[in-house]
């Protein structure tokens, strides 16, 4: 049960994915922020599920080192 989401700013964790965005709107208000995980955390469903058509124009590479 590792499914926890941490708040890059500070040391709170959340297990629900919204509670993390609320307390970043809220307590951090970094509208850019949950931006970013919100296409992170769409990223990685993507990965987990299938990939977009749409990214096949353009390869990224691969995050691995
Ligand atoms: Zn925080």
Redesign the pocket.
Known sequence: MTDTHS?P??T?RYDDHKDLRV??EV??RKSELVSYLVELDAAVTDISSEREPTTVDEERPAPSA
């Open positions: 708040c700013l500070c709170e307390h970043l307590e951090h």
